[in-house]
């Protein structure tokens, strides 16, 4: 689903990604995902002001695959509508982002992309900040072997999924989080839009981790004072 367009005077306007109608999409074709309806696929994405056109994201940031026991463990009733999915879902992701004391850093990115008035719900943060994985489902390391059949479907399923999400989804710069997602991802973000690159952040390189988001939060400043 590639962004819409819109006619005005004359004029071809683009208009917001639509997530909601994404996530629609690809909740019909993975029906079984999860016995739990909606549990999986994670889908967060972001919601700009659709009716303003120059709206951008700060940032569009990719990471691997979500955390099904910290999903799972927040999945405490069952969603009925594609639309409470989406919202219970933001708000697992803000709170693994922003309480757990293992992804201090990567709240600590976020603080910088944003204000910090931002931060301070679910709902504000994804107005500014679009969050999406490779693997939407989890099922990749069972998915992706030689041997299964399915293979070779399974990832350019989801790597399409991606690669639409990077094209079509207006952001000021897009952050790979991982090297597989900048695997996944890098060749197709558009020209003009800056692109970066951190290591996945595990209890083994958290201060590595730290300098590179230190340097990445400079960089971008240095580019908004230019």
């Known amino acids: 689903m590639k962004t819409l ?12 990604f639509d997530f909601t109608a994404f996530a629609q999409k ?78 201090a850093e990567l709240a600590q990115l976020f603080r910088g992309l944003i204000s910090a008035s931002a931060c301070a719900c679910a709902q504000d943060f994804f107005r500014r900040v679009y969050i999406t994985d490779i693997w939407k489902d989890t099922a990749n390391e069972t998915k992706l072997k030689l041997n299964n059949p399915d293979c070779r479907r399974y990832g ?10 990077i094209k079509s989804v207006p952001t000021e710069r897009v952050i790979f989080v991982g090297k597989p997602a900048r695997a996944a991802g890098w060749r197709h973000v558009p020209d003009g839009t800056p692109r970066h690159w951190l290591d996945f952040l595990t209890r083994w390189n958290e201060e590595a981790f730290k300098a590179q988001v230190q340097q990445l939060l400079s960089e971008i400043q240095k580019e908004r004072k230019r």
Do not use: M
């Open 156 to 165: 350019r399923y989801w790597r399409s999924q991606l690669e639409n999400e």
């Open 5 to 16: 367009l819109s006619v005005r005077n004359g004029t071809i306007l683009a208009v917001a």
């Open 26 to 103: 690809i909740y019909s074709e993975n029906p079984e995902a999860h016995k739990q309806e909606f549990l999986l696929p994670a889908l967060y994405g972001g919601e700009i002001d659709h009716g303003d056109t120059s709206s951008k994201f700060k940032a569009l940031v990719i990471l691997i695959a979500p955390s099904v026991s910290f999903t799972a463990d927040r999945w405490t009733t069952q969603c009925t509508t594609v639309e409470k999915a989406i919202t219970r879902h933001r708000e697992i992701f803000f709170d693994w982002a922003f309480s757990e004391p293992k992804q």
